[in-house]
């Protein structure tokens, strides 16, 4: 599936840049033109998002969080290309489909920074780069619905974004960290999992596979 998905990716991103050149050396751009586009790009973007949760099925601890971004991406397409081809211009049509995007969006960033493969010290920063993306979501969500918004909300959305986008960058280093065992006696470490035999270097004491995900508790004794 990915693979096809992956193609799909790549034909609609070409189709959509030729559409695009089109219109500004033709200069015809009429109101089928922009349908057109905007279903190429919706494409695109629909496509990106089931190759994110199509990696995500293969991460332990995520739970039924993949399907549901299935499931929310291909709502939030049918309501997009739907609305653009049958030209609504209901306010609450785009609300809740904007809204149905900010949601998929959430749920892709929560699969893209999970504490899977993460040292257990590093775990946090996964946690914290989900939570603000939560909290962050739920501001524009709140701006969006409610009417008379205030500035603080404007505030809260940039200092959220500005948090998640830093732990977000985190992610991906601690998890090449989380690779490079400590300057420590290799005899005294972990070196695989006791359930799948997934190879890792971590401490004694509560350890959790980046693999399967089974967490147990390994002490050493002497002699």
């Known amino acids: 599936m990915i693979r096809v998905t992956l193609w799909v990716l790549i034909a609609s991103v070409v189709v959509g840049a030729l559409m695009g050149v089109w219109a500004l ?13 905007g279903t190429t790009f919706s494409v695109t973007g629909a496509a990106a998002l089931v190759i994110v949760f199509g990696r ?8 039924r969080l993949p399907y549901g971004g299935f ?8 309501a997009i290309v739907a609305g653009i081809w049958a030209e609504v211009d209901a306010g609450w049509y785009w609300k809740l489909a904007t809204s149905l995007t900010v949601v998929t969006l959430t749920a892709a960033h ?25 909290v962050l979501a739920l501001l524009i969500l709140v701006m969006m619905w409610v009417p008379a ?23 991906p280093v601690m998890r090449r960290l ?3 065992p400590e300057p420590v006696d290799r005899s005294a470490l972990v070196n695989f ?26 002490e050493f004794s002497a002699g």
């Open 149 to 171: 918004s205030s500035d603080a909300i404007w505030r809260g959305i940039g200092v959220f974004a500005i948090l998640s986008s830093a732990a977000s960058i985190a992610v």
């Open 193 to 218: 999992c006791p359930r799948c035999g997934e190879a890792m270097a971590e401490l004694p004491g509560n350890i959790e596979c980046p693999g399967c995900g089974a967490r147990a508790r390994v």
């Open 56 to 63: 995500a099925l293969e991460r332990p601890g995520l739970g």
């Open 110 to 134: 929560a699969s893209l920074v999970s504490p899977a493969g993460l040292a257990v010290a590093f775990r946090w920063v996964a946690r914290a780069a989900i939570g603000t993306g939560i």
């Open 25 to 37: 050396l033709s200069g015809d751009f009429d109101e089928t033109d922009g349908r057109l586009l």
């Open 178 to 180: 989380s690779r490079i």
């Open 71 to 78: 499931a929310l991406t291909a709502v939030s397409f049918v």
